[in-house]
Nanobody, 121 residues
Framework: QVQLVESGGGSVQSGGSLRLSCAASGPTSSRCMGWSRQTPGKEREWVARIARDGRTTYADAVKGRFTISKDNAKNTLYLQMNSLEPEDTAMYYC????????????????WGQGTQVTVSS
């Protein structure tokens, strides 16, 4: 079972940028991976996903501002967040599927501990 550890969260002003990292204990090349976020009182939502072949998908709320990527040589997933808004304040979680061929982007069932992002006006 792969272990995931997020980092890079923090407090920034509106309009600022952050880059989140997710270090995996095993190969990322064989898995679909993604980021989700959750704020108290709100439903958890998917932010972005990246498939094994590099294809990406984004939530409408972050399109044009966030970029998901991964470095398979480092077994690390990233989320570059630009033009941050107070509405982006949340705990951000990294997730991964089972390795191919057993899993895909329809089931990201392994989660990290989360990293907090706070954006102030």
């Amino acid at each position: 079972q792969v272990q995931l550890v997020e980092s890079g969260g923090g407090s920034v002003q509106s309009g600022g940028s952050l880059r989140l990292s997710c270090a995996a204990s095993g190969p990322t090349s064989s898995r679909c991976m993604g980021w989700s976020r959750q704020t108290p009182g709100k439903e958890r939502e998917w932010v972005a996903r990246i498939a094994r072949d590099g294809r990406t998908t984004y939530a409408d709320a972050v399109k044009g501002r966030f970029t998901i990527s991964k470095d398979n040589a480092k077994n690390t997933l990233y989320l570059q967040m630009n033009s941050l808004e107070p509405e982006d304040t949340a705990m951000y979680y990294c997730a991964a599927s089972l390795p191919f061929p057993w899993g895909g982007c329809d089931a990201l069932n392994t989660w990290g501990q989360g990293t907090q992002v706070t954006v102030s006006s």
